[in-house]
Each structure stands twice: as C-alpha cells, then as structure tokens.
C-alpha cells in the first residue's frame, strides 16, 4: 500500500517558477518508480515525467529543458521542479508511484494539486 501527498501547487505568472513536491508513506519507496501526471480540463491525463529507483528519468517532449523531476530516499519524497512555466503547463499535476518489482503493475496516486499559469 502506498500512498500519496502532494504540495507545492498554485496561481504563477508566466515565465515563473514553481516546486512540486510528493510525501510517499510507504516501506517500499525504494523500489517504486515515482511519477508526475497532468490532466488540463477537457484533456486526458498525460504523463509529465517519471523517475526510477535508480534515478533514471523521462520526461515529456513539451517539458523537456523546463522540468526537472528528482527524488530523496531518505525522505520517501519526488519533487518536480518546473520553471519557464507556460499557459499550457495549467493543469491539476498528480503523483504517481509503482513497485517496479510487481508482477502486475498497480499504479497509486496523489489526490492532485493544481498549477495555473496565468498573468
């Protein structure tokens, strides 16, 4: 069982910053692959960017250069740092984690925290 607090949302202008961060209460966090996921209204959940427990990390051609996501062992916790921050970027942002061990894979999420991005 995992599960997942996000923070760090709000209102920014364009071209401005923001951290998100997501506090995982699991015994496992070191073996789950820790993810961030957007959903725009009228849109489908994309995936923003993803890090495994090796560090490893993807990310979404439209945030590529921008995000940076990255993740602390020893605070169970994946943080997305987003800068150069667009109108597009406007968005609920969601964590998501799963045991890359799993057989099945079960994926886990935050309850979302919402970025806007608006002058």
């Known amino acids: 069982q995992v599960q997942l607090v996000e923070s760090g949302g709000g209102l920014v202008q364009p071209g401005g910053s923001l951290r998100l961060s997501c506090a995982a209460s699991t015994s496992i966090f070191g073996f789950t692959v820790m993810g961030w996921y957007r959903q725009a209204p009228g849109k489908e959940r994309e995936e923003v960017a993803i890090?495994?427990?090796?560090?490893?990390?993807r990310y979404a051609d439209s945030v590529k250069g921008r995000f940076t996501i990255s993740r602390d062992n020893s605070k169970s916790t994946v943080y997305l740092q987003m800068n150069d921050l667009k109108p597009d970027d406007t968005a609920v942002y969601y964590c998501n984690a799963y045991d890359i061990r799993a057989t099945v894979r079960a994926d886990y999420w935050g309850q979302g925290t919402q970025v806007t991005v608006s002058s």
């Open positions: 890090v495994t427990p090796g560090s490893s990390t």
